[in-house]
């Protein structure tokens, strides 16, 4: 009963966590993704996340796994630190409550409920001191509008 339980709550987290937008940044690592490949276990669901990105520098995560499980010692270190290294790290244990404190948080963080509970007012969203200033900032943040380099040196020259 428990563990049907378990895996139930766990597709639920799952299920909720596909639903999050997307990072318009990428990493290595994403949240949503980490959060996704974790819960899935736990579900006992197939893994859906698992897609080979590759970055900047050429390489993908499966190459630096392949890296690391082929030389002799990774970090060039001993074995005996490394079974160190693994006994330290801890075992996930999850069970009901802490499945459901980790629902309940997703919900919390996807209604806004601080956001609402702790109103900001318009003076911190626009300040007076320098209101175009923080415009651009807030552009260029939720990407409606980048400054290229000729504007940002006359941003740095005028100061406006």
């Keep these: 009963m428990s563990a049907n339980f ?3 709550t766990a597709k639920k987290i799952v299920d909720f966590l596909k639903n999050l ?3 318009r940044i990428q990493h290595y690592v994403d949240f949503k993704e980490l959060q996704i490949q974790r819960f899935e276990k736990i579900a006992g669901i197939q893994s859906s996340v ?3 990105k590759k970055f900047e520098d050429g390489l993908s995560l499966s190459d630096v796994k392949d890296m690391l499980t082929r030389t002799k010692s990774p970090l060039g270190l001993q074995k ?3 079974k160190k290294f693994a006994e330290a790290v801890p075992q996930e244990t999850w069970n009901d409550t802490l499945l459901n404190q980790q629902l309940a948080s997703l919900k919390t963080i996807s209604n806004d409920k601080y956001k609402k509970m702790y109103d900001v007012s318009d003076k911190l969203y626009q300040p007076h001191g320098n209101p175009q200033y923080y415009q651009r900032l807030l552009d260029e943040i939720t ?3 980048k400054e290229n380099f000729f504007t940002a040196m006359k941003t740095v020259i005028t100061g406006k």
């Design 6 to 8: 378990s895996t139930k």
């Design 21 to 23: 937008p997307n990072d």
């Design 50 to 52: 698992l897609k080979d």
């Design 80 to 82: 005996s630190v490394l």
């Design 143 to 145: 990407g409606k509008s």
